[in-house]
């Protein structure tokens, strides 16, 4: 999985006068509605991260949405193509401020596609500094808050949790941090 680049991002946000908007998902069909939303030709985006979980005694790892219950859909306004995103199966409607669909900050989503790979999938932080607030991703530690207190060379990180009233010094990998 590579880095997307920005030739790759420009091509992705599209001409001119295409713009990005968010669709409100139903519940667990994000799946579907991305692959009907491309069967229709319409540009998708869906923003990725691992999130860690316990469930039954061990940790477990997938892949869920960066933001649950919304997809990034890209096309023109002005041809009137968005009644036909809220009439998608797996859509419940796209998200709106009076009569007409809200597009997203062109930036935001650029952004937003620098930060993934090709499949979507955020990629970790390349620019922690000592001091920055993280939340650890992965393990048995998944979902604390820590402070980063050192960066190594070898793609690790020492970070301080507060476990109990008490800072414990810990090392992770940098891929197991998202900035808080």
Known sequence: MDRINVVEVQMVLGSGDTSWFLAQLKPNSSKIAERNLNQQGFKTFLPMEEQTRQCNGK?????RPLFPGYIFVAFDLTQGLWQAVNSTSGITKLVRFGEKPAAVPLDLVSQLLLRCDDQGKLLPLQSLTPGDQVTLTK????????????ISPNQRAWVLLDVMG?????????DHLRSA
Not at 59 to 63: E, Q
Request: charged share 20%; hydrophobic share 45%.
């Open 59 to 63: 940790f477990v790892t997938t892949l």
């Open 139 to 150: 393990g048995p530690f998944a979902n604390f808050l820590a402070e980063v207190e050192k």
């Open 166 to 174: 008490s800072h414990t010094k810990v090392s992770v990998r940098l």
